[in-house]
Structure formats: C-alpha cells, structure tokens
C-alpha cells in the first residue's frame, strides 16, 4: 500500500481535459512540496511538475499542478494520445525520513 | 545531455549479492545528491536509497536498511547500489536519478535512468 493515494486509472477524450489526484496526510503532503512523473513503457520516467506548480524546462504548459492542505492534483489539457502513460505523484514524508510516492495513476487517451 | 546509464541487473538467486551502477553524463556530479527508485513488475515506483553530494551522508527505506549501500565514486562520475541477502521481492527495474538538490532528503528527482532488471529467482 502506498503512502500517497492516487486513483488506479483515468481516461478522456483527445483534446480534452484531465485531473489526476493525490491524496496523502501531514506528515507528507501536508508539509512538503509534491512533485509529478510521467512514466511511459519502457521508458525512464519523466519529471514533470516539481514544488507543486513549477515545470522543468521542456514540460509544455499542458501540464499544471496545484497543491492545498495534504492533496494534490495534477491537470493536463490538450489530451494527445502520446500523453497515455502512468503518472505519480511523490514527495518526502518527514515521519518516515523517506521519500514516498503514490500508487500510480494509468490515463487512457480514448 | 543528461545521461544517466544503470548496467548491472542480472538473475540472482535468493540470499546472492550484487552491485548496480549508474554512470552519468552532461552535468556537474558533485553538485547533485542521488538516488536509486525500483519498480516491481506490475507495480508503482518505490524509493530505495539516496546519498548526498559527496557521500557521506545516506538515507534508506525500510526495506533497504541493512542490506542494501549506496556509494558513489565522484571521480567517475558513478552511483552505486550494493545488495546483499538479496530477496525474491527485490526483483524490479532499478532506477538511477538525480536528486533536484545536494542533500539526500531531496523531495523531486529531475532526470532518470531507463533502469537495469534484477531478478531473484530460486
């Protein structure tokens, strides 16, 4: 079971908007910043939110991240069929002195 | 470019040992603590390990501690994940990336690995 809580699998229409959650408590999320990763087969995973809302450079805008209290979300516009992927959401959880992450989420591009 | 390349996965049996790497290009070593990430067939990404920019300062998870080390040789530009009294539940991809400051209690890791597999496997 993972420490932060994140909905098994999405699915949207190409062009269209989704919204993947994150949910975690305040020994995590709480009081720290959460950070996203795309995670394509067979690929290395991607960074592509850090410190809540901020984008590396090279993450198009498509992508955003919001954070309040100890839950997160990760909103992505403009749905592609390159976008299917499993994303997670992460952060450090000061109780355990470790870095965490969630389950993973599965989006469908239908 | 940012290149990070793990060699080192193999099959192992149960309570073998072995030594991952992680090789990296295209920036500055020392100035990043790093870390190691696995992922279980079927399963989400799980944090190992991390140490700090020169080594002397390490974290693991739970089910690391007392079996596995990091290390890291900034001279070579290399990482560094020894596992001893391996189990059949460490079989997964092994990530190397770079952790998105010095320290190793860092929150985001910005460039990654594609991974080396370890299997455990009587």
């Known amino acids: 079971q993972s420490v932060l809580t994140q909905p098994p699998s999405v699915s949207a229409a190409p062009g269209q908007r989704v919204t993947i959650f994150c949910s975690g408590s305040?020994?995590?999320?709480?009081?720290?910043?959460v950070s996203w990763y795309q995670h394509l087969p067979g690929a290395a995973p991607q960074l592509l939110i850090y410190d809540n809302d901020k984008r590396p450079s090279g993450i198009p805008d498509r992508f955003s991240g919001s954070k309040s209290g100890t839950s997160a979300t990760l909103g992505i516009t403009g749905l592609q069929t390159g976008d299917e992927a499993d994303y997670y959401c992460g952060t450090w959880d000061s109780s355990l002195s470790a870095a965490v992450f969630g389950g993973g989420t599965k989006l469908t591009v239908l | 470019e940012v290149q990070l390349v793990e060699s080192g996965g193999r099959v192992v049996r149960p309570r073998e040992s072995l030594r991952l790497s992680c090789v990296v290009s295209g920036f500055t070593f020392d100035d990043y603590g790093m870390t190691w990430v696995r992922q279980a067939p079927g399963k989400g990404l799980e944090w190992v390990s991390s140490v700090n920019w020169n080594g002397e300062s390490r974290g693991y998870a739970d089910a690391a501690k007392g079996r596995f080390t990091i290390s890291r040789d900034n001279a070579r530009n290399s990482l560094y994940l020894k596992m001893d009294n391996l189990r059949v539940e460490d079989t997964a991809f092994y990530y190397c990336a770079r952790a998105g400051g010095t320290g190793w209690r860092e929150r985001w890791f910005d460039a990654w690995g594609q991974g080396t597999l370890v299997t455990v496997s009587s």
């Open positions: 305040s020994s995590n999320l709480g009081n720290n910043y």
